[in-house]
């Protein structure tokens, strides 16, 4: 019964050195040696928009739908009528026709707002893409006590990588390790 009460207490032992072990000093920074750190890039667009103005020329015609005639119409017979006013006989033959001329054109004219060229600025705008390439990480690949691993970082890492290191042991140690203490005890 003594050996039963001795291997509990070993046991109870191993255990709380365990714990405390596990608490205390189990884990650690250490250093890693950097095989190969390669550049991931990601593409972005940045799309800018350019404007520019331009003076251009054109042929106002004073409506959306084309030229108008009403106005020239109008204007020849208010003109050929005040052209017949004007005047005696054949002259007044001629006035009537030239007020009809006369006031024809300056109908069209007026109808048409001028129908001469007129310069404005017309503004015109396009947006083009921007794509550049930004790195977006690191893929690092290391080797910790002669296994290689691979970690996504932020930045390039330089020859060397900390890591954190966290020591548990095994179930199966730990019960190769009670049966050990046992016979020793024995």
Known sequence: MNMIKLNFTALALVAATNLAWADDGASFTDRAQVLSATP???QINEPRRECW??????????SSAGHGYGGAILGGLVGGLLGNTVGQGNGRIAAAAV????GAVVGDKVANNGGYNQPRQVEHCANHDNY??????YNVVYRYRGRT???MLPQDPGKYVD?????VLAGDQRDDRQRYDDREDN
């Open 40 to 42: 991931v890039y990601q």
């Open 53 to 62: 103005t331009e003076t251009v020329g054109s042929y106002n015609n004073g």
């Open 99 to 102: 007020g009809a001329a006369t």
């Open 132 to 137: 550049r390439q930004v790195i977006s990480g």
């Open 149 to 151: 691993m691979t970690a």
């Open 163 to 167: 890591v954190n290191v966290n020591v």
